[in-house]
């Protein structure tokens, strides 16, 4: 039987449970669980982190903790009963660990190492804290540490903040908001504003002096020097190197590393340097032969320096190798550093070139006991602490020094009966009392010990030696007065075996006999003669001498006071114990001397600080001895030396003794009676202080009166306790006198600012302690009420600006940190004077920082607690009564003002604003039911009580607003929306009573829904985004606020009434919001309000179209604001359910009259939805082809359904910006060619838009124009350019701005050079297929058309797809997909190549165009693509599969046509045909002779650098040893079975054997080419050829002969095919050579798509066979005398000059067989066909019979014939039309030679054809250029000619033009001729009458009427852009 379980609560999983049995649950080591009940060794219960799963696991494999219970039933809530920070540690390091592994994840691997150091870390210290075997001290800093790693952690994962006090976290409903917000703001403040140390140390790290070859012993000195002052700041550290310049003792780390310590923050400047000295040990002079001298001396070697400032970016241990300088004469040395800092560089050189000294250096900040903690690194050896000199800028109580630092300066010595200057070395010994050395007390640097002696350098040749070196002597103070320095001098020759010769010596005593010690600064010492050290033994004999100059007294030896010789030291004395102050001492001794008391008293003020505070007890201990003495005569003078003391210690430097001086009043002040001294000499001052003039010490004394104070009470206390409490009434009495004297002079009130006011000043800031003091000794309601009292006796100031006013406020502030207001009794004294302060300095918004500080401090105490609930209660009614109004202006005020700039003032700012929102909360927190009603009561009108509550909705608002509290402050949040909802509740019931039926306030209820809906959709609320531990912390401690604050406002929505009409327009966008919030219970709640509104809209105007618009309008706004921010990505993923899982919407509108307009509306919104979601999702992925797809949807969804101009335009520069992303500059103008659309050349002005500035409609759309072309020039889709400038150029021409109709056609002329001289690819295209339910919906199961890239083939297209979709899965085949694959839940693509199918085959099928020209119609405008698919239908036939072999032929249609403003369209139309083997037999061979056509034209054309892929398309079709080539075919389809069986194949069969006769023939003059330029090395393959093609054409049964006369000429005539004069009549005004006419077509121009080669479709014109075999080389002249050939592969160039003419044969029997001549009504045609272009007549004139048949020949395509004629001509006949031409002939045929006639860019597109692309077949607008109509403009374009002959008559009429009826552009036509009209492209305007306009049209003039009606007058001319 399962028992709940009471105390067996809590446990953590020791061993892995798998739980495989019934009901089990299993367990993971480590995991906690939670305990519900036992039963026979089971438990049942759940995993913490998952409480939803529920089961049963073994009691063994569960350790049991103890465990508090919260809220003990259903809803318990179990507590693990340890250390808060080991469960702090325990819950973040299973937080983290899923983080961890996310980081691994994202490839953070930074990141990732570093947080497993940390949580490694954390882990090995949780085990210590578990352990618990710490000692206290350790467990805090264990605590400490662990808690800064937490903090590192959390905010590195963007976790929140956690608030902590003393280690432990808080519970933020178990104290007051406003110190929730303190311990947030310190950490946050904390961690964001790290303190700026004022204390720095310098660590320093010697590794050896680098490439120093000397091989002698070196000594390294460093120290800090201040260049400024040219003074050293710190001790020397030493450093012996042995002869490899390495650390004498390595394994000494502290013989190599020091710290230089307490440098301070003035110390970190640019000239305060690290300066090394090195001295070398060894012979006088380096080099100087072993037997010369074997003493060793100090002698100077170099010197280097760094500045400090160089190290303060480090934050590491820098390595340095530091440049070594010596001096260039040793008289320099002394200052050689400051020469190398100054850069003197005439005094020093460097010292080798690559000597160096390395060091490692690293600046540290902070306090030397947390540096050693947090640089354990640094100080796992023992480090050097090298100090400064002198104490630091801060002396702490406990400091302990002695020490007295000797700098040996200088000396002048004699020659002493020398010849040249001596070689002085001192020696200095410290002997104490009798005589003796004292040992160990001689230091020259940290980082060695002490020493018995010390020896300085040695200066070669120097009587006058300055050495400047610093010793250091340690020596304890019960040893300085009979201890004395003695310095020996020593002569150190070099000649006498390196003796050293004693020749004086100095000395000087430490102390004085008076008690003083060595005074510093410089002293000049005696140098006694003495050459014998025995001399020296006694030391009393020498010490009665005087040992400086300055001590000689009058009448001494006048031969020591007249020697030259003299020795100069500077001495230091760094000590707490002795002084060199004789005042001092006098005064510590005033019982020696009583007479002399007044004057040591007047002195003490001329003592320095540092030594006051040294001797602070002995000081202090002596004043009040001397006050006891004697009251009367020294009591005033005492009390000034006091009030001295007490304000010395106000100075930052010594503010540290503050404790000492406490400690000395607590313990050691023993002045039981002083305390009427005191008061007295106190109040004497005070009584004086209106009277006197000069208030400074009057200021003096009453800044001390804290200490004052206490002395006064602590001596009152000794007094009580010693004469057991009496004299108490006449304590009282003199503290009522003295503070009636305070209020005198408080009350008194001056004009302006005098020294009065000051002095008020003073006494006020310390006022607040004087109080503190006073509670020892007084109740505290005599406290309060004298502190009340005290501050109401100021005087009352109208205004705030007054210093005194400030003042006042800060003693408010300070009384309310004190414990006088802590106290409840006291504080309802001192409330009302507060309140009331507040209000004034609130209600001027004046110091708010401390109305801040007071206000926060006064609610800090108010906290619900049982005991005093009623007193806390009536003082929150108090201040709200007081300080609501002026609070919530406050904080309105506050929150509006623009943040500062600088740094400290924002924080300042934020500090402010963060206050007072915690006040105010605090105060809502703490008020009932009761209070509300009572706070709202209180207000005499609706007008003030509404006024109120907008003013409190208002800044609610404000406080939910993401920048109100950093983004880690969860906590804070959390608690401010539950004092929110909590009050919005409160609220509720006020509103409905005062603000409903005929007193309805429509700004009180719109503020409060306002309010109500933010409060739902504010970011820190939704659950969703929080991880599992968190949303679950938070639905336990305040469940979800947004559900709770949801039914309130379905509440309050149903109570309007009537009145939801007022509030239903405002209301729909913020409701639709709150139902995007994932949160089911919210949406079931608010969702039946749209119904609502809705329903009300319908009965009030008969439709809900404002409903409608405003939802929509909504969801386009958050779109917008939510792009790239992560807040709104679960909002938009939940769109699309909005209408589906909760269909009671859809089932209210169902029982409504307006149901069908209902469900449309819903049924809009839905699918805007679903576009949003798309468009959402594509904008984070990184691939733009998704983006730009999804922009397309959308776009087209707001023209065609929602009619939304503005968003459309939005959209498609969207859209725009997308492709030129991605450098898709053709799609880019088609898509900004939209809103060309749109617009009008008008001038009706425009307002600013997007990027646009306010313009007119025709200055915009010229802009578009211009973009729009540029774009297409990039994109190289140049007839499309050509349009556009066309369209400008009218523009321009009708408004006569030639300048930029010049610029236009400059730039149309250069379109059309772009067209036939540079090369364009021609892209491939694909189909791909989307098939699953994981695709984005505007992708799902949809099928598209692929415009690829340059250079882009169906590999590479595959992988761009794959790489796009990472999860999609490729289909192998290409049958369409079943409802398997169509439903799936993955992604299927489904991808292969289709061919184009131009829809405009004029151009492509006429002759003489250019393969240039061509390849652009055969990729553009294209809506239909095709795709063949082989199969074997029936039985095939292993021996010919010909037989069997059908094709599938897929034809896709898309919805607009490619290229189009995207890359890909989709599918609109499939359809599918059938193809039997008959008929694709006919096309392969069709498409094999045309590839064969190609390749012999590019051959002779000499389009080919070599002529392999000729020789391969041959050896393919006549050796076709896989398929068998003609032969099977001819097997197949030839056979009489097959006739047959096939009677309706008739037609067909006749047709493939024309094909193949066609493709014979062509493969004869494929060999005869190929014979022409086969190179000699495949001659033999040739020869092959050749052979294998009579085998070929002979088992096909055909002989020559029997080649028809249509098939048996050449078919390579007129390689840029025929001319165009035969459908363009018009005569060349230009050229002098006139036209040709072609009566039929080349047989190269057979209208077939060849999709098997991107090589030419055009041909070379060429003479028949004979010519081509045996061409002469003159017809190299001819390729010459034409344009350059373009380097494009789809370019041509002419051949075929009449001097190649000249040499055919006339006579027809000379001809070769294979080429018989035409019929002779063909010949005159024939003959003009084959002459050069110069030579050509114009068809105008040219008189030749042509029959009506012939004349139809190219408007007659009939597929069932060959396309082949022959043409000869010949000499007669070709002259004969050279005379008869009416066009003059050219002076210089080279120069005047006409190009090749091409057709206009608009004479091949059909109608619409830029706009054939456009998206108004699926309901939106034209997408490009539609209509563009061929303009009425001559053919060819204007060349330079010779002066023409006089003019013949014109052309007859009755000619035929077989071209286009529109002239070719420019030509002399148009300008005989009036203008044509040109009706306005369709694509570049909006045509006056559409069916089913989506958007309103617009006025236009059409382009007729402006060019033909009258120009407009202007004042001023107008300006028109430059291109």
Not at 362 to 378: M, N, P, V
Not at 1053 to 1072: A, E, R, T, V
Not at 1331 to 1345: A, D, Q, S, T
Not at 1644 to 1659: E, G, Q
């Amino acid at each position: 039987m399962w028992i709940p379980t009471e105390h067996e609560k809590y446990g953590v999983v020791l061993a892995n449970f798998r739980g495989t049995i019934q009901h089990g649950l299993p367990l993971e080591i480590g995991e906690t669980v939670q305990i519900l009940e036992k039963c026979e060794g089971w438990y049942r219960g759940f995993i913490i982190k998952n409480p939803n799963v529920k089961g049963i696991f073994p009691c063994s494999y569960v350790h049991l903790k103890h465990a508090h219970i919260k809220n003990k039933g259903q809803f318990e809530t179990v507590i693990p009963m340890e250390e808060s920070v080991v469960t702090e540690m325990t819950v973040t390091l299973r937080e983290w660990g899923t983080m961890w592994k996310q980081l691994y994840v994202k490839n953070d691997g930074e990141l990732f190492h570093r947080l497993w150091h940390v949580m490694t870390e954390i882990l090995e210290l949780r085990q210590q804290v578990l352990l618990g075997h710490l000692t206290h001290d350790r467990m805090t800093d264990i605590k400490q540490h662990v808690i800064a790693r937490l903090d590192w952690g959390n905010e590195q994962l963007g976790l929140d903040l956690v608030p902590r006090r003393d280690f432990s976290m808080v519970d933020p409903d178990e104290i007051s908001v406003t110190e929730l917000y303190r311990l947030m703001e310190r950490r946050h403040r904390k961690r964001d504003v790290p303190l700026q140390a004022s204390m720095h140390h310098l660590f320093l790290q010697l590794n050896g002096l680098l490439n120093c070859g000397l091989g002698e012993e070196l000594e390294v000195f460093f120290f800090v020097y201040d260049s400024r002052e040219m003074r050293p700041i710190s001790e020397r550290f030493f450093v012996r190197l042995n002869k490899q310049g390495l650390p004498k003792s390595p394994d000494r780390t502290e013989r190599q590393c020091t710290l230089f310590v307490d440098l301070g923050s003035s110390d970190l400047r640019k000239d305060v340097y690290v300066v090394a000295h090195i001295f070398r040990i060894g012979r006088m002079v380096a080099g100087e032969k072993k037997s010369a001298c074997s003493t060793q001396y100090r002698r100077p070697f170099g010197c280097t320096v760094i500045s400090v400032s160089d190290l303060l970016t480090a934050d590491c241990k820098d390595d340095h190798l530091l440049k070594v300088y010596s001096c260039n004469a040793e008289s320099e040395w002394y200052q050689i550093h400051d020469n190398i800092v100054r850069k003197v560089s005439s005094r020093y050189n460097p010292i080798g070139s690559g000597t160096g000294l390395a060091v490692s250096l690293q600046l540290l900040h902070g306090d030397l006991e947390q540096i050693q903690k947090d640089y354990t690194r640094l100080f796992t050896h023992s480090v050097s602490i090298t100090r400064r000199l002198g104490f630091s800028d801060i002396i702490m109580p406990g400091e302990m020094r002695s020490d007295v630092y000797i700098t040996l300066e200088r000396g002048e010595f004699e020659k002493g009966g020398k010849s040249v200057a001596r070689n002085v070395e001192v020696t200095v010994y410290l002997l104490g009392a009798d005589g003796q050395v004292l040992k160990g007390m001689v230091c020259s640097g940290s980082g060695e010990p002490g020493m018995d002696e010390f020896h300085s350098l040695v200066l070669y040749h120097s009587n006058s030696p300055r050495w400047s070196e610093m010793i250091q002597l340690s020596v304890p103070p019960e040893l300085f007065r009979a201890t004395h320095l003695r310095f020996e001098f020593r002569h150190c020759s070099t000649k006498e075996k390196g003796e050293k010769k004693l020749f004086g010596f100095s000395f000087v005593p430490l102390m004085q006999e008076d008690g003083r010690t060595l005074p510093d600064g410089t002293h000049e010492l005696i140098v006694h003669k003495c050459e014998e050290t025995a001399n020296l033994q006694d030391t009393s004999r020498y010490l009665k001498l005087a040992y400086s100059k300055a001590s000689l007294q009058p009448g001494q030896n006048q031969t020591i006071k007249n020697s030259k010789e003299s020795f100069w030291i500077l001495s230091q004395l760094c000590s707490t114990k002795l002084t060199q102050n004789g005042d001092m001492l006098d005064l510590l001794k005033w019982r020696a001397h009583p007479d002399r008391i007044m004057e040591c008293l007047s002195k003490l003020k001329d003592i320095d600080g540092a030594e006051i505070v040294k001797f602070l007890h002995d000081m202090l201990d002596t004043l009040f001895a001397v006050l006891d003495e004697s009251p009367q005569r020294y009591g005033l003078k005492v009390f000034d030396c006091l009030v001295h003391v007490i304000n010395l210690l106000q100075d930052s430097k010594f503010q540290h003794f503050k404790p000492v001086m406490d400690n000395y009043i607590e313990h050691h002040f023993a002045g039981a009676l002083s305390y009427r001294d005191l008061i007295r000499v106190l109040k004497w001052y005070v009584d004086r202080i209106i009277d006197t003039e000069h208030q400074e010490q009057i200021q003096q004394v009453l800044k001390a009166a804290e200490y004052l104070f206490k002395y006064i009470v602590q001596s009152r206390q000794l007094y009580t306790a010693a004469a057991v409490g009496q004299g108490e009434e006449e304590f009282r009495c003199s503290i009522s006198e003295l503070f009636k004297s305070i209020h005198l002079f408080l009350s008194h009130e001056t004009k302006g600012i005098s020294p009065v006011t000051h002095t008020q000043a003073v006494f006020l800031r310390s006022f607040p302690i004087v109080c503190s003091e006073l509670l020892k000794v007084f109740s505290v309601q005599e406290v309060a009420n004298l502190a009340r009292d005290t501050l109401n006796s100021l005087p009352a100031l109208p205004h705030t600006d007054c210093p005194l006013q400030a003042v006042k406020l800060q003693c408010m502030a300070k009384t309310v940190e004190s414990p006088l207001y802590t106290n409840p009794e006291s504080r309802c004294v001192l409330l009302p004077v507060v309140l009331h302060l507040l209000h004034t300095y609130l209600q001027e918004q004046k110091e708010l920082v401390l109305c801040a500080n007071i206000l926060t401090g006064m609610l800090s105490l108010v906290h619900r607690d049982p005991n005093t609930e009623c007193v806390v209660s009536e003082e929150v009614n108090i201040i709200m009564e007081s300080l609501s109004g002026v609070l919530l202006r406050t904080i309105l005020e506050v929150t509006n003002r623009p943040q500062p700039t600088a740094s400290s003032l924002r924080l300042q700012y934020q500090d402010i604003t963060g206050e007072f929102v915690a006040c105010l909360l605090t105060l809502l927190r703490q008020l009932s039911d009761k209070d509300y009603q009572k706070l709202l009561s209180r207000f005499p009108s609706k007008d003030e009580l509404a006024n109120f509550l907008l003013q409190l909705f208002t800044v609610f608002r404000i406080l939910i607003r993401p920048d109100m509290f950093p983004k880690d402050w969860t906590v804070m949040r959390l608690v401010t929306n539950n004092v929110i909802i909590t009050t919005v509740l409160y609220l509720s019931d006020t509103l409905r009573n005062n603000f409903l039926n005929e007193k309805f306030d429509f700004k009180v209820w719109e503020a409060y829904f306002y309010l109500s809906i933010v409060f739902v959709i504010q970011p820190c609320l939704q659950l969703e985004t929080f991880s599992p531990s968190k949303r679950k912390k938070v639905l336990e401690k305040y469940g979800d606020m947004r559900v709770m604050i949801g039914c309130e406002i379905f509440s309050m929505w149903q109570n309007l009434g009537d009145y939801k009409m007022n509030l239903i327009p405002s209301l729909i966008g913020p409701f639709l919001e709150v139902t995007l919030v994932p949160q089911s219970d919210l949406r079931n709640v608010l969702i039946p309000v749209f119904h609502d509104m809705m329903d009300s809209e319908e009965r009030r105007s008969g439709n809900f179209k404002q409903v409608e618009a405003k939802l929509i309008d909504k969801l386009e706004s958050l779109m917008s604001e939510g792009k790239g921010d992560e807040t709104y990505k679960e909002l938009f993923n939940n769109i699309i359910p909005l209408f589906g899982p909760y269909p009671s919407l859809l089932k209210k509108i169902e029982r409504e009259t307006w149901r069908e307009s209902g469900v449309s509306h819903i049924a809009t919104v839905t699918r805007l939805m679903e576009r949003l979601l798309d468009y959402r999702d594509c904008m984070k992925i990184g691939e733009v082809d998704g983006k730009i797809g999804c922009t397309v949807n959308l776009l087209n969804f707001y023209k065609t359904e929602l009619n939304k101009e503005e968003m459309y335009i939005r959209y498609i520069h969207k859209l725009y910006e997308l492709h030129l992303k991605v450098q898709n500059y053709t799609e880019a103008a088609y898509t900004l060619l939209l809103y060309d659309e749109l617009l009008e050349w008008t001038e009706r002005p425009l307002r600013e838009f997007l990027t646009y500035p306010m313009q007119s409609e025709w200055q915009r759309k010229e802009c578009l124009h211009l973009t729009i072309i540029h774009n297409f020039d990039r994109g190289k889709c140049w007839e499309n350019c050509i349009i556009l400038c066309r369209e400008l150029a009218n523009q321009y021409e009708a408004y006569y701005d030639y300048r930029n109709l010049s610029k236009m056609r400059l730039m149309e002329a250069s379109l059309y050079d772009k067209i036939m001289n540079q090369q364009r690819l021609e892209p491939e295209f694909f189909r791909i297929g989307f098939y699953g339910k994981k695709f984005p919906f505007f992708l799902r199961n949809k099928e598209f058309v692929c415009r690829g890239n340059d250079y882009e083939r169906l590999e590479a297209f595959q992988q761009r797809m794959l790489s796009e979709f990472p999860h999609a899965i490729a289909m192998q085949h290409a049958n369409q997909p079943d409802q398997t694959i169509l439903q799936a839940e993955a992604q299927y693509l489904q991808i292969y190549a289709v061919t184009p199918v131009p829809d405009n085959r004029d151009v492509l099928q006429r002759d003489g165009v250019p393969n240039n020209i061509k390849s652009f119609y055969k990729v553009n405008h294209i809506w239909r693509f095709r795709y063949d698919r082989p199969f074997h239908k029936g039985n095939k036939d292993k021996e010919n599969e010909f037989k069997s072999l059908w094709v599938e032929r897929t034809t896709l249609s898309l919805a607009q046509s490619l290229p189009g403003i995207s890359r890909w369209f989709e599918v609109e139309k499939r359809d599918l045909v059938e193809m039997s083997p008959l008929e694709n037999a006919s096309e392969v061979i069709e498409n094999k002779t045309l590839q064969l056509r190609t390749l012999i034209a590019q051959c002779q054309t000499r389009q080919m650098q070599n002529i392999n892929p000729l020789t391969m398309c041959l050896n393919g079709v006549i050796d076709a040893a896989v398929n068998g080539g003609l032969a099977r075919y001819q097997e197949a389809f030839f056979a009489k079975d097959y006739i047959s069986s096939h009677p309706e194949d008739g037609d067909k069969i006749t047709r493939l054997r024309e094909l193949m006769f066609e493709q014979a023939h062509i493969l004869e003059y494929g060999l005869a080419v190929h014979e022409k330029f086969v190179p000699q090395d495949m001659r033999p393959l040739h020869k092959k050829l050749v052979d294998q093609f009579h085998v070929m054409r002979s088992s096909l049964g055909m002989q020559p002969q029997e080649f028809p006369a249509y098939v048996r000429v050449s078919p390579l005539h007129f390689a840029n095919g025929s001319p165009r004069t035969c459908r363009t009549p018009v005569p060349n005004a230009i050229s002098p050579d006139g036209g040709r006419i072609v009566a039929r077509r080349s047989p190269l121009s057979y209208p077939a798509v060849n999709r098997y080669s991107s090589s030419s479709l055009s041909s070379q014109a060429s003479n028949d066979v004979s010519n081509i075999t045996g061409q002469s080389e003159s017809s190299d002249e001819v390729f010459n005398m034409q344009p350059s050939p373009s380097t494009s592969s789809l370019s041509s160039t002419h051949s075929g000059s009449h001097v190649t003419g000249a040499a055919v044969p006339s006579n027809r029997d000379t001809l070769p067989a294979v080429s018989p001549l035409p019929l002779d009504k063909h010949k005159q045609p024939r003959e003009n066909a084959c002459l050069s272009p110069r030579d050509r007549l114009s068809s105008s004139v040219f008189a030749g019979p042509l029959d009506s048949a012939q004349r139809m020949i190219p408007f007659q395509i009939d597929t069932s014939l060959p396309r082949c004629e022959a043409s000869l001509p010949t000499s007669e006949t070709g002259k004969s039309i050279r005379s008869l031409s009416p066009m003059p002939t050219a002076r210089s045929p080279q120069k005047t030679t006409a190009p090749p006639l091409t057709p206009s860019p608009t004479d091949g597109l059909p109608a619409g054809s830029l706009a054939s692309h456009s998206p108004a077949r699926s309901g939106s607008y034209s997408s490009g250029i539609s209509s563009l109509s061929r303009c009425s403009v001559s053919e060819m374009c204007g060349m330079e000619s010779s002066p023409p002959d006089p003019p013949l008559p014109p052309a007859p009429d009755n000619l035929v033009r077989r071209g286009s009826k529109t002239p070719p552009p420019y030509s002399v036509y148009e300008r005989n001729n009036p203008r044509r009209t040109t009706p306005l492209p369709h694509s570049l305007s909006v045509p006056p009458t559409v069916d089913n306009p989506n958007l309103p049209s617009k006025p236009q003039l059409s382009r007729t009427q402006r060019i033909h009606s009258e120009p407009r007058h202007r004042l001023t001319p107008r300006k028109v852009s430059q291109l």
